[in-house]
């Protein structure tokens, strides 16, 4: 029946009807909206509740049996209220049972709405059973009713209901007097603004509604989604206390589900997330132990999805006792998923960090040998084992691991794959220290990256090394050229911290073979703190140079200082002690500069006062420049320093340099006989290991500026240990020398 043929008035049944509203003409008992298009609108969906609608409100009903034909014109979306409030005057009570009653019947079929349905219903269908003007007191309802039936719908049809509340809203902001809460309450404006359905609207959109939003008041009314945008929005990402209170609100509700909801927004978010990494810790720390009571039920995917998307921005943080905590609820697969996320933030970990984890991940190996069917690689390449393995942490595995986990790693196959420092404990453990092809592979392997940091942690590797580094000299000589011309292109760079490093731990194996060249390059590179540090360093192998080595580097040194003179402000030394200036400025290598220089670089080497700071050649020179051979005290100190050391060697060498000297060699008999008595008394305790050139060499060349003063106890006492060829060298010796008997 038709609403408009019956007999009582629309009045009387708390109806009235002012006119026909504004925008609908009706034809045929159809409504239409009165739109540029003229087009019909007719809604679909007839059933029986369509004809009791079309019985019950007559004209005033807009939803005819004919299928609905959307346009931009009357688009319901478009257009949420076609009545204004002078079209229809109900009765509040009346349109209260109109809507409870109708309510009732619709709801049953929620569950088969389609999107569609929502919209059609709840924007246009419904209308007449509430007015627009007063949105305050029924969009509520609207919201209310929908919230009821929120559980009985799909997540899409629920963001897409979402949208529609937004889009009122937005026609009518929710501080202006038409569609604001009537409370100052953010929890009120919430419920009344989106219901169940707020969970959907976007962080920012709640911004623009309501001010409120704009702080962490409102974080206990937020989804998990909405924390995640406000955490980016707040700066939270840069303060502890905001973040924790951010996880005080995860905590509170289902935790888990939460968690993961705000790690996946933070993940999908197209703001770079620069956290502090305080402030990371904790975010770590916090969903770590929310997710970690889980791991027992997860399974492939859930590793993959945890660990190559949500938790990537945290994983960082993660440290060692929760990796610990995570391999002991995996498998092998579930590992190297791990492994490959935790090295895509290598680079973004602490170097602690980096080496701690490793140690997890071998002790996670060794109970699942990497060739066992549990965990081994599928592949046989070393390559693909150590990316599964441990992936950019495999630098800080210790060799001797490697080798333990497979006997790959025994041989130089895997040279490339290994970290320099593992290329250190593979030099050491094959050989190559005594196998130049083996040394020449393993720097072209050390020079294929980046050259100098990789020698730079290969030779720290090999000095840290409590093995005995016994290098070949032809081997050593190979190691100091190929990492001089790696580290010399940085000399000019080099700090005073460098020189040191370098020349007194770092090179410090290979010193003895490096060569007067390569000295000249590097003084050409200092100042004079780092030459003091580099003569120190060069001192300390002294030893095992060769004596050809020894004289050249002294040359270099000498020509270094030439050009700084040691008494100048650059590289004087800081005290006046002769001894000290003598050890800064040569070492051990003093022994071989000319007396001559010394005394030309510092005139303290003009007296008797540095006697015992130099070497047997030395004292004879300055034994010849001082007039000690006329001077028996001065003599006497000479002897005694000689015999202050190697004596039977230092004498072989005074008297040796004596003999070298073009100068005339004019000594006083009285000091002649101290040097011959002096002499006497070191060498005659050899006399009994002399051989036959120890004999001519004596007395032919080292003894003949004393053997005037030969005496015949001393004669005696050398024809007791000679066999007739030394007799006649000794009888030749002393018939040239009879002028001066």
């Known amino acids: 029946m038709n609403f408009a043929s019956r007999k009582s008035s629309p009045k009387s049944a708390g109806l009235t009807l002012s006119s026909t509203p504004r925008g609908i003409i009706s034809e045929g008992g159809a409504l239409f909206v009165n739109c540029p298009l003229k087009a019909q609108l007719v809604v679909s969906r007839a059933s029986r509740l369509s004809a009791w609608l079309s019985e019950s409100f007559g004209k005033f009903s807009i939803y005819p049996g004919t299928p609905y034909t959307p346009r931009p014109c009357r688009d319901p979306l478009n257009h949420t209220a076609l009545?204004?409030?002078?079209?229809?005057?109900?009765?509040?009570?009346?349109?209260?049972?109109?809507?409870?009653?109708?309510?009732?019947?619709?709801?049953?079929?929620?569950?088969?709405?389609?999107?569609?349905?929502?919209?059609?219903?709840?924007?246009?269908?419904?209308?007449?059973?509430?007015?627009?003007?007063?949105?305050?007191?029924?969009?509520?309802?609207?919201?209310?009713?929908?919230?009821?039936?929120?559980?009985?719908?799909?997540?899409?049809?629920?963001?897409?209901?979402?949208?529609?509340?937004?889009?009122?809203?937005?026609?009518?902001?929710?501080?202006?007097?038409?569609?604001?809460s009537s409370t100052s309450s953010l929890s009120a404006w919430l419920e009344e603004s989106f219901g169940k359905f707020s969970i959907y609207v976007d962080y920012k959109d709640l911004r623009d509604r309501n001010t409120g939003f704009d702080s962490f008041e409102p974080l206990d009314l937020l989804s998990a989604s909405q924390v995640a945008q406000l955490t980016l929005h707040?700066?939270?990402?840069?303060?502890?206390?905001?973040?924790?209170?951010?996880?005080?609100?995860l905590e509170g509700g289902n935790s888990f589900q939460d968690v993961e909801e705000f790690v996946e927004a933070l993940s999908r978010s197209s703001q770079d997330l620069d956290f502090n990494p305080v402030v990371r810790d904790i975010m770590m720390n916090r969903t770590f132990a929310i997710i970690s009571l889980h791991f027992a039920d997860f399974l492939s995917y859930d590793w993959v999805s945890w660990f190559t998307v949500k938790l990537v921005p945290l994983l960082p943080s993660l440290t060692a006792e929760m990796l610990q905590t995570v391999t002991a609820n995996t498998d092998c697969n579930a590992y190297h998923v791990i492994v490959g996320a935790l090295s895509s933030v290598f680079g973004q970990?602490?170097?602690?960090?980096?080496?701690?984890?490793?140690?997890?991940?071998?002790?996670?190996?060794?109970?699942?040998?990497?060739?066992?069917?549990?965990?081994?690689?599928?592949?046989?390449?070393?390559?693909?084992?150590?990316?599964?393995?441990?992936?950019?942490?495999?630098?800080y595995v210790d060799y001797k691991d490697l080798r333990d986990l497979h006997t790959g790693f025994d041989s130089f196959e895997s040279l490339d794959l290994l970290s320099a420092s593992q290329v250190a404990q593979l030099t050491l453990h094959s050989g190559a220290l005594n196998n130049a092809h083996l040394m020449d592979m393993v720097f072209d392997r050390l020079e294929g990256g980046n050259s100098f940091q990789d020698v730079e942690e290969f030779l720290e590797a090999l000095s840290r090394s409590s093995q005995d580094l016994d290098i070949n000299p032809v081997v050593r000589d190979i190691m100091m050229?190929?990492?001089?011309?790696?580290?010399?292109?940085?000399?000019?760079?080099?700090?005073s911290y460098d020189w040191v490093s370098w020349f007194t731990v770092k090179l410090v194996p290979l010193l003895p073979s490096l060569t007067a060249e390569m000295r000249q390059t590097v003084t050409a590179n200092t100042d004079c703190n780092a030459y003091h540090v580099i003569v120190g360093a060069l001192s300390s192998v002294f030893g095992q140079m060769t004596s050809l080595r020894q004289q050249e580097l002294t040359q270099v040194m000498l020509g270094y200082l030439k050009q700084h003179h040691p008494w100048s402000s650059t590289c004087g030394s800081s005290t006046s002690s002769l001894s000290?200036?003598?050890?800064?400025?040569?070492?051990?290598?003093?022994?071989?500069?000319?007396?001559?220089?010394?005394?030309?670089?510092?005139?303290?080497?003009?007296?008797?006062?540095?006697?015992?700071?130099?070497?047997?050649?030395?004292v004879a020179q300055l034994t010849l420049h001082s007039g000690a051979l006329n001077n028996a005290h001065l003599m006497?100190?000479?002897?005694?320093?000689?015999?202050?050391?190697?004596?039977?060697?230092?004498?072989?060498?005074?008297?040796?340099?004596?003999?070298?000297?073009?100068?005339?060699?004019d000594i006083n008999p009285v000091v002649r006989d101290i040097m011959m008595n002096r002499t006497f008394a070191i060498i005659s305790l050899h006399f009994a290991d002399f051989l036959s050139y120890d004999w001519?060499?004596?007395?032919?060349?080292?003894?003949?500026?004393?053997?005037?003063?030969?005496?015949?106890?001393?004669?005696?006492?050398?024809?007791?240990?000679?066999?007739?060829?030394?007799?006649?060298?000794?009888?030749?010796?002393?018939?040239k020398c009879r002028t001066a008997l």
């Open 83 to 180: 009545f204004r409030p002078s079209d229809l005057d109900i009765n509040p009570v009346v349109r209260d049972i109109m809507m409870n009653r109708t309510f009732a019947i619709i709801s049953l079929h929620f569950a088969d709405f389609l999107s569609y349905d929502w919209v059609s219903w709840f924007t246009v269908q419904l209308v007449p059973l509430s007015s627009p003007l007063d949105c305050s007191r029924d969009a509520p309802g609207h919201v209310g009713a929908l919230s009821s039936v929120f559980g009985q719908m799909t997540s899409l049809r629920q963001q897409e209901l979402t949208q529609v509340m937004l889009g009122y809203l937005k026609q009518h902001h929710p501080w202006s007097s038409t569609c604001g």
């Open 234 to 249: 707040s700066g939270a990402l840069n303060n502890a206390h905001l973040m924790e209170m951010v996880f005080d609100r």
């Open 349 to 395: 970990m602490t170097s602690l960090r980096q080496q701690e984890l490793p140690q997890v991940m071998l002790g996670y190996l060794k109970q699942h040998h990497p060739w066992s069917s549990t965990c081994g690689s599928s592949t046989s390449s070393l390559s693909a084992l150590l990316e599964e393995s441990f992936g950019k942490f495999s630098i």
């Open 481 to 495: 050229n190929r990492t001089f011309a790696i580290i010399s292109l940085l000399f000019a760079d080099f700090l």
């Open 580 to 618: 000290a200036w003598l050890e800064e400025s040569f070492g051990k290598f003093s022994i071989y500069v000319d007396y001559k220089d010394l005394r030309d670089l510092h005139t303290g080497f003009d007296s008797f006062e540095s006697l015992d700071l130099l070497s047997a050649s030395q």
């Open 636 to 665: 006497e100190m000479v002897f005694d320093r000689l015999e202050g050391g190697n004596s039977f060697q230092d004498v072989e060498e005074f008297l040796e340099a004596l003999s070298r000297s073009s100068q005339d060699l």
């Open 696 to 735: 001519v060499s004596w007395f032919t060349v080292k003894l003949v500026p004393l053997l005037p003063s030969l005496t015949a106890e001393l004669l005696q006492t050398v024809t007791a240990n000679t066999d007739c060829n030394a007799y006649h060298v000794m009888y030749v010796a002393l018939r």
